[in-house]
């Protein structure tokens, strides 16, 4: 499932028609009373482009013929992300908003041309990576602006350099992450960034967002792997990033890392890399409950031995895992739980890598020393490692049938982790009301751990963007005061409101200050990050939308 996929393919993750099993189907039914009808999708409506010809020819002067694009499918094609409502908007349900052109730079260099260029034609941009954002951080929001262009990075996709004797590798911000495999391989490296959208995200856009891969535990989050970073801003470039470490004031490259493209464009990144694992280990184990679970991950968090993989679902989440699976294997496996007291089944999927299999089982024993947990062997943490990509696929065949089906993401330290997570199923429940609500924890620290919730629902025909709307609103105002408002998704434009609540008042004067420097006449991003809290020097005011 490492295809590289189109990026600019929207309204779906995969071109193909996804597949539920008549058994999921007749669950689906049974359990939230999901119909199978469906209505047919309609294509958006793209109005006329709003770029003027000074400013087009301006724009061509930079990037060369053919690398401004005006017609409709490029547009459409780089118009909006890939949550939930998006790919409703691109069936046709609610308001899409399509930038006016797509612009291609071919270099570092050529994209501070376009920035400065946009400034001085009063052009919106919106940086454009993969594409993936689930937050609204690509939407082609044009704040005051005459017109708003997406600036897609694809071009810029090279490995620029590899220094194998500080593990480091320098590569440009349109890399797709399994392209960076590919390049980092013939080196026998990897980044070990292994995000659920890894078939279309980039490098650049892992860094904007601060990403979090599924073995998070074993090779950190996107903004541990950063060692350096070259920005590409209208106020000129600016390099960050020389040293391993440094006492040289703030770690201002940590401002760039995760400024979702509103204080400037990336265009290289230089991570540490590791030796690619020669070995990897998968297994599945079943704890009796989501608080023992709770607290074995917290346990191997905090006495350092947390596999590379780790990944424990709730009851709800393991029910629907095994109920869409169906099959005499589950049925066994239910007995088999059965027999050994696991009344309340929380799956937990280990995975070790090493370089060789003494390592691995070194990892092993050190992270399994201690707890008793139901061993369901390799073949079930196979499986997970198999499908790791398939949740996108089903979103598809699920929204195929007439779902409702969405993710959302936050974190909070141990002590308050379930009265958030009770605060979030609550809220969710409430607002679907039929409806299953499942989490799991997948990125775990000493001090806390991230919660994922995936909800599905019979969707609203009459109002299908505005039923996600009221449940989102719900679940984020639960969030707030509780957890932070995004472990990994980040801000973009649906969280921007929030913000305030999570960094004060002054983080976003902080911010806005940046920005005022950087973007002086705030062409970058209308809408996002910053967005939510009072006008501020420098800062566009919430786009139209
Ligand atoms: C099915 C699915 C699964 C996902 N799973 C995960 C997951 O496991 N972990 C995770 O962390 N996220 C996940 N995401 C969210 C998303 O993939 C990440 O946010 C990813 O980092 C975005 O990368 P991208 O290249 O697609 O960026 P885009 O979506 O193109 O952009 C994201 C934001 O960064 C800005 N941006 C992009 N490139 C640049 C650049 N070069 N310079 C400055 N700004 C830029 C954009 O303007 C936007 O605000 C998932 C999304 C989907 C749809």
Not at 12 to 37: D, F, M, S, V, Y
Not at 108 to 127: G, I, K, N, S
Not at 317 to 332: D, Q, R, S, Y
Not at 382 to 407: I, K, Y
């Amino acid at each position: 499932m490492t295809e590289r996929i189109d990026h600019t393919l929207r309204g779906r993750w995969t071109p193909e028609a996804g597949h539920l099993p008549p058994h999921a189907l007749k669950w689906l039914r049974q359990r939230i009373g999901l119909t199978g009808a469906t209505t047919a999708a309609r294509p958006p409506a793209v109005p006329a482009s709003a770029l003027d010809d000074d400013a087009r020819a301006a724009l061509n002067d930079v990037v060369g013929p053919g690398f401004v694009r005006v017609d409709r499918d490029s547009r459409l094609g780089r118009a909006g992300g890939l949550s939930y409502v998006d790919l409703l908007r691109h069936r046709g349900e609610g308001a899409l908003a399509v930038p006016d052109a797509v612009v291609l730079p071919g270099t570092p260099e050529q994209v501070v041309d376009v920035l400065r260029a946009c400034a001085e034609h009063d052009v919106a941009v919106v940086p454009f990576g993969g594409g993936t954002s689930v937050v609204g951080g690509v939407e082609a929001l044009r704040g005051d602006k005459a017109a708003v262009v997406a600036l897609d990075l694809g071009r810029l996709d090279r490995l620029v350099d590899v220094d194998p004797v500080s593990r480091l590798a320098v590569l440009q911000a349109g890399v797709t992450a399994p392209r960076a495999d590919r390049l980092l391989a013939a080196h026998g490296l990897t980044t070990g960034h292994v995000p659920q959208s890894y078939e279309r995200a980039t490098i650049g856009g892992f860094a904007a967002t601060r990403s979090a891969g599924q073995a998070s535990s074993g090779y950190g989050r996107f903004e541990d792997l950063v060692q350096g970073v070259r920005l590409a801003t209208p106020a000129g470039e600016w390099r960050l990033g020389g040293a391993p470490a440094s006492a040289a004031g703030p770690d201002l490259k940590q401002l760039v890392v995760g400024s979702e493209g509103v204080l400037g464009v990336i265009t290289e990144v230089a991570l540490r890399v590791r030796p690619r694992p020669a070995v990897e280990r998968y297994e599945g184990f079943a704890v009796d409950g989501w608080e023992r679970g709770q607290r074995v991950v917290r346990a191997l968090a905090q006495d350092g031995v947390l596999a590379d993989v780790t990944r424990l679902s709730d009851v709800d989440e393991t029910g629907v895992t095994l109920a869409l699976a169906g099959g005499w294997k589950t049925t066994a496996l239910k007995a088999y739980l059965r027999a050994r007291g696991v009344g309340r089944p929380c799956l937990l999927v280990l995975g070790w890598h090493g370089r060789d299999r003494a390592e691995v089982a070194r990892k092993r024993r050190d992270t399994l020393r201690g707890h008793r947990l139901v061993s369901l062997g390799t073949p079930l943490g196979e499986a997970w490692r198999h499908g790791r990509f398939n949740g996108p696929r089903q979103r598809d065949a699920l929204m195929d049938v007439g779902a409702c089906v969405e993710t959302l993401e936050t974190a909070a330290h141990w002590a308050a982790l379930d009265e958030l997570r009770d605060a979030v199923r609550g809220a969710l429940l409430d607002a679907l009301g039929d409806c299953v609500v499942m989490c799991h924890i997948s990125h775990a620290y000493e001090t806390g751990a991230s919660l994922y919730f995936t909800a599905i629902a019979a969707r609203d025909a009459a109002d299908p963007v505005g039923q996600w709307q009221v449940a989102k609103a719900a679940a984020s105002e639960a969030i707030a005061g509780l957890g932070t408002i995004s472990h990994h998704h980040a801000v973009g434009a649906d969280h921007a409101p929030y913000l305030e609540a999570e960094v004060g008042a002054l983080g976003l004067d902080v911010l806005a200050a940046a920005k005022g420097v950087l973007d002086p006449t705030g062409v970058l991003n209308p809408g996002k990050l910053i967005a939510g809290g009072p006008a501020r020097p420098g800062v566009a005011s919430t786009g139209d939308r």
